[in-house]
Each structure stands twice: as structure tokens, then as C-alpha cells.
Antibody
Framework: QVQLLESGPGLVKPSETLSLTCTVSGVSNSSYYWSWIRQPPGKGLEWIGYIYYSGSTNYNPALKSRVTISVDTSKNQFSLKVTSVTAADTAVYYC???????WGQGTLVTVSS | DIQMTQSPSSLSASVGDRVTITCQASQDIRQYLNWYQQKPGKAPKLLIYDASNLETGVPSRFSGSGSGTDFTFTISGLQPEDMATYYCQQSDNLPYTFGQGTKLEIK
């Protein structure tokens, strides 16, 4: 059974870098893409980007200049970094498996001084 | 970016009712349309993929149809546990985009 678990700081200061990790279990490798999605409190869903286990990435142009997604296949983890955060980056961040079939529980990241 | 427009934004229905939500894409997305259910404090759950395919384990009262730009999601025989917000999402073109959501309440 595929399971995903997001981890990382719940509070980030403005202008700093948000860093999250998604740990995947129940699947050893995948030829497909793994995604990050976020949801501001009380609002809708926004796709941030994805990464293949090969390391190939694709990002939402709205965030592309500030986002990096990376993968560590040895640990079955993929990670998200968002630089120069503002209050607008406050959201629940989710990781998801290929084709959005499985999602992590989500982790709330608040940007505040 | 492809805009996904869902309607209605909210609705109230009774147990046993047939409920329909529509989703319109700003351009042709072929059949690459997913439907999700999200309950408060929980992650979205994939219900329907590629417009009309029921995800494994999802009750058969949920169904989807459509192609191109116009899609429909239906719950046939609403149950109390179906109270949630429903989202459509296109997976044809990058960036993937979601509808604004339809909040379903049970009368």
C-alpha cells in the first residue's frame, strides 16, 4: 500500500526558504512523476510541480523562479524548496503519487515573523 | 494556463438525491479530467480519473462523463458521508490546474 508522509518546519519567516520532504513507502521505484500541491487556508488547490525518479522536473510557471523539487531515491524521498517566502505561501502542502492516486496527509506551513 | 470552471460553487441536497456537478475547461483537454473529494482537514481523494474511470475502491454511486471541454460528475443516491468539497482537475496540459471546488452539504 502506497503511503506518503510530508515533514518539515511548520513556521517559516518571511524572505526565508520553505523546505519540505515527502517520504514514500509501499513502492520501491516509479517511472512516473511525483507531485507537490498546496492549498491556502480556506482556498482551492494549486499544483506546484513534479519530479520523476530520474530527476527530471516540471514546475508551475507561477512559482517556477522560487521552487526546486529534488529526489533522493536511496531514501525514497522527494523534497520541495520554496525561496523568498511571503504570507501568500502560507498553505497546507501535499505530496502526491503518480497520477495523483495517493496523497500525503498534508502539512501546514505558516509564513510569519 | 487552462482555466477550469466548476458549477455550482455550493449546493445542498438530501440523502438519496442525485447530485450533478459540472466542470468546463477553457480549452480542449481530451479526456484528461480527474475528480476529487476533500473532507475537512483531509487530503483530496481521487474518485474519477480520465473523465469516467472509477478509482479502485470508490463506490459505484460516483460517476463521471464528458470529453473535450465539458465534463459532469454525478452522485447517484447521495449518502451522508458524501458531504465534502469536490474538485475537478485537468491533467492534459502543464501546469495542471484545478477547479475552484463545489461544496456539497446534506440537507
Amino acid at each position: 500500500q502506497v503511503q506518503l508522509l510530508e515533514s518539515g518546519p511548520g513556521l517559516v519567516k518571511p524572505s526565508e526558504t520553505l523546505s519540505l520532504t515527502c517520504t514514500v513507502s509501499g513502492v520501491s521505484n516509479s517511472s512516473y512523476y511525483w507531485s507537490w500541491i498546496r492549498q491556502p487556508p480556506g482556498k482551492g488547490l494549486e499544483w506546484i510541480g513534479y519530479i520523476y525518479y530520474s530527476g527530471s522536473t516540471n514546475y508551475n510557471p507561477a512559482l517556477k523562479s522560487r521552487v526546486t523539487i529534488s529526489v533522493d531515491t536511496s531514501k525514497n524521498q522527494f523534497s520541495l524548496k520554496v525561496t523568498s517566502v511571503t504570507a501568500a505561501d502560507t498553505a497546507v502542502y501535499y505530496c502526491a503519487s503518480p497520477f495523483f492516486q495517493h496523497w500525503g496527509q498534508g502539512t501546514l506551513v505558516t509564513v510569519s515573523s | 494556463d487552462i482555466q477550469m470552471t466548476q458549477s455550482p460553487s455550493s449546493l445542498s441536497a438530501s440523502v438519496g438525491d442525485r447530485v450533478t456537478i459540472t466542470c468546463q475547461a477553457s480549452q480542449d483537454i481530451r479526456q484528461y479530467l480527474n475528480w476529487y473529494q476533500q473532507k475537512p482537514g483531509k487530503a483530496p481523494k481521487l474518485l474519477i480519473y480520465d473523465a469516467s474511470n472509477l478509482e479502485t475502491g470508490v463506490p459505484s454511486r460516483f460517476s463521471g462523463s464528458g470529453s473535450g471541454t465539458d465534463f459532469t460528475f454525478t452522485i447517484s443516491g447521495l449518502q451522508p458521508e458524501d458531504m465534502a468539497t469536490y474538485y475537478c482537475q485537468q491533467s492534459d496540459n502543464l501546469p495542471y490546474t484545478f477547479g475552484q471546488g463545489t461544496k456539497l452539504e446534506i440537507k
